[in-house]
């Protein structure tokens, strides 16, 4: 299918991908912690009490049965449940609404890359547009799902139509063929098919019925929404309902709120507005970008709730009757949760890297539900390795194969550019920290911590603030950092230690935790508790040791070697963090002071 084609354009070596620790960040220490490990064998965060190392459950996993690329939208009229067409995996899902749990197996398997759905007024049968052949980019047809038994039947098909939207009306079911420009109409019993519509549009999308003789067609090539009005049989232009000028670039999804004007997304332009059908008065709804919102595609109201499909970020996104989000319910198969993770400043939110999806996944912490997808987090390969919350609040990412350090902007979840590449010396960048001056620290590839300025992103020194001799303390092969009363400490994967160094100068303080301790076995993460002890995601036996916060010395294995799945533990941290809040204030303060001394043209 064309529109296939359209679709895609736009939008156990365990010493191999070992990686740090989060970034610094601040929270008043609470009286209950939770301690998050990420588990890159099972692709899951597991949750365990910080208090006790008791197994809480899984607070998030990864995705794999689900759609791939939403096409299409539709809420089941008889009890609200939500279907989504699969278009890279030819199947349609079926999601209970307001949880956003998946109501498996699939409904129906089998197609070739459906698209646009409706429900009859029965809540029976389900139509939906799909290639006809697998073979041929058109021949497009719309299909019938029975519900009840699970069959699927073919009302009607066209040799030469590319079929993208669908709408039933009645006892017909219209759709939109972007290949012809037009709009073609089948019974729902079967027939040959009728174009209604032949001329006038372009690259039609979606369509919706506002009443039995009203139909609303998003012009998709020229960025407007038009209106036609039947009578006697006939099909004839009424009006331009949202012209081109109202800056909804691809209007893509129609939708019908529940105060009955028309709800439009715009693909390019990421946005979703409202127009009194009226009055044509344009009201903006979900801002560009809103609550990490990409490419919306098709949309659909439950109740006074807005659900959103997103092709960028393969999830249907939800939003109140204002517009605002209320986070993302509806996962299809999600990139994989296998790297490092950070906390918001307040301690409400959890960020995890993504390799193997090139993302950066945001977690509300309090309920563990998805909120937002920040999509192509390293811009030429996968491999965000780990993120950190600067000083500034926005988000960093280090990219492995890229070497280089990512910006993004934490209100839009868009990438803003590069704030560390080529000459920054990086080489395979792991964990990512920003110190207590507001500089950022990688444990870097060539077994050393760089050290960068907080604001430009250029490289301090050199000499490294680590070199790779330690700084004459041994070598060190850094994986996890973390900043705490006054020292840096960091995880040697391959030596089996965790050492210490001067948090201002780097001068080598000691091997806090001295080689196997406890039965230590490549190091990765590293964090302080909420009692002041050292814990370390011990990767290799799969498991989370403890040591004495101001000794170094073995206390405990706190969660044992594969507890409840626990493999190839990559990174951990408490939240809300506990350790850092003085110190990141201190940074702040000196980020300010350094820009008021910056000329004006550079702060």
Known sequence: MRMLMRLLTRSRWRFSFALGAAAVVTAAPAATQQLMVLSRGTTQILEYDGNSGSYIGVFAETVTDGFRLPGGLALRPTDGVLYVSSVLTGKLWSY??????????AVATGLFAPFGMDFDASGANLYFVDADKVTSENSDAVKQLDIGS???????TNNQADFLGLAVNGSEVYATD?????????????????????????????????????????????????EYLESGGDWSFSREVLPASAGVVDPAGLAIAPDGRLTVSGR?????????????????????????????????????????????????????????????RVQGLSASLDA???????????????????????????TGALLRIFNSACPNFLGPFDAAIGPDGQLYVSCFFDESIELFDMATASRIGTFVGLGGGLSSPRSLVFGPNGNLFVSNGTDEILEFDGITGAPVGPPAFVDAGGNGGGAIQP?????????????????????????????????????????????????????????VASQIDDAVRRYDGSTGAFVEIFVPSGDNGLDDPFDLIFVPEPSMGLQLLAGVAAIWIRKRSLPEGNR
């Open 96 to 105: 209970t609404t307001a949880t956003g749990d998946p109501i498996t197996p």
């Open 340 to 366: 490092g993770m950070t906390v918001s400043s307040d301690g409400s939110r959890l960020y995890v890297g993504s390799i193997g999806g090139n993302d950066v996944l945001e977690y509300d912490i309090a």
């Open 268 to 328: 390019t332009s990421g946005d979703v507005v409202l127009v009194d059908l009226t009055s044509l008065v344009v009201t903006p709804l979900v801002a560009p970008g809103a609550g990490g919102l990409q490419d919306p595609t098709d949309l659909v109201w439950d109740g006074s709730q807005l659900l959103v499909a997103s092709a960028a970020g393969n999830a249907v996104f939800y939003f109140d009757a204002s517009g605002n989000p209320t986070g993302v």
């Open 479 to 535: 994986y996890g950092l973390r900043f705490h009363q006054g020292v840096l400490y960091v995880a040697s994967f391959a030596y089996d230690e965790v050492k210490a160094f001067d948090a201002t100068t780097g001068a080598f303080v000691s091997t806090f935790v001295t080689t196997g301790l406890g039965g230590l076995a490549g190091p990765t993460g590293v964090d302080f508790g909420p009692n002041g002890d050292l814990f």
């Open 150 to 156: 699970g069959d699927v039947s073919t009302p009607g």
């Open 178 to 226: 972007v290949e012809l420009d037009r709009v073609i109409s089948f019974a729902v019993s079967g027939s040959p098919g009728s174009v209604e519509i032949s001329s006038g549009l372009s690259g039609p999308s979606a369509l919706v019925f506002a009443t039995s003789t009203q139909m609303l067609v998003a012009d998709q090539g020229n960025d407007r929404v038009v």
